[in-house]
């Protein structure tokens, strides 16, 4: 977690709300995965993202979830309509060009937890 | 189904004494990495494994990985209080491009005084 800036640090949003997840990538990094974690589990991959730039989003659901990384600016995780279920820690990791040869290794952030009431 | 299984998920042990964690799949991954988690912050990376084969030290602790690349193990040795905490194996696999990381389900380790 060198330097991946999250914000907010906790979210509580009513069902049917937005929710808005902020991440500012280590300064040069230009590779942005999103990823989720319910309590006591690991981590489930959601979203790759390169500057303006969506290259793998297999694990976001197809409905009410988006995912962008502008050229200016911190990547954005929105969720739209919130549900009870949406409810556990997304974290964000930066990383350079990654290639299989390089094993590029990512940074993680703090993560924002969101709550849904 | 999980891609990667580990085990054990839960360990409660004295100070001082030696644990395992394992990490194991049937999937042959091109990297594999161990984090390590605290309550309420983001995992932090211990090693990366890339060989099969591998050993790397870090301090008390020695991560190997399988010689076909398909299963990782955590070593810790007289563990101290300061070891409690989520442990965490993650690969990216040898099939994808991208760098996107698979995680195991973590290993909850509690180490009492």
């Known amino acids: 977690n060198a330097g991946v800036m999250q914000n907010p640090r906790h979210l509580v949003r009513r069902r049917g709300q937005e929710a808005r997840l902020r991440c500012s990538p280590v300064k040069g990094h230009s590779h942005v995965y999103w990823y989720r974690q319910l309590p006591e589990e690991g981590l489930k991959f959601m979203v790759y993202l390169q500057k303006e730039n969506i290259i793998d989003e297999s694990g976001m659901p197809k409905e009410r979830f988006s995912a962008e990384f502008p050229k200016e600016g911190p990547s954005i995780l929105r969720i739209q309509q919130v549900v009870r279920g949406d409810s556990a820690a997304y974290f964000c990791?930066?990383?350079?060009?990654?290639?299989?040869?390089?094993?590029?290794?990512?940074?993680f952030g703090q993560g924002t937890r969101l709550t849904v009431v | 189904t999980q891609l990667l299984e580990q085990s054990p998920q839960f360990l409660s042990i004295q100070e001082g004494e030696n644990l395992t964690v394992y990490c194991n799949s049937s999937s042959v991954f091109s990297s594999l990495q161990w984090y390590r988690q605290e309550p309420g912050e983001g995992p932090v990376l211990l090693v990366t494994v890339v060989t099969g084969g591998e050993v790397k030290k870090l301090k008390r602790l020695t991560f190997q990985f399988g010689d076909a690349r398909k299963d990782s193990s955590l070593h810790i040795t007289a563990a101290q209080p300061g070891d409690t905490g989520l442990y965490l194996c993650a690969g990216a696999r040898s099939s994808s491009n991208t760098g996107k990381l698979i995680f195991g389900q973590g290993t909850t380790l509690q180490v009492k005084p």
């Open positions: 990791a930066s990383s350079p060009v990654w290639t299989v040869e390089m094993n590029t290794e990512a940074f």
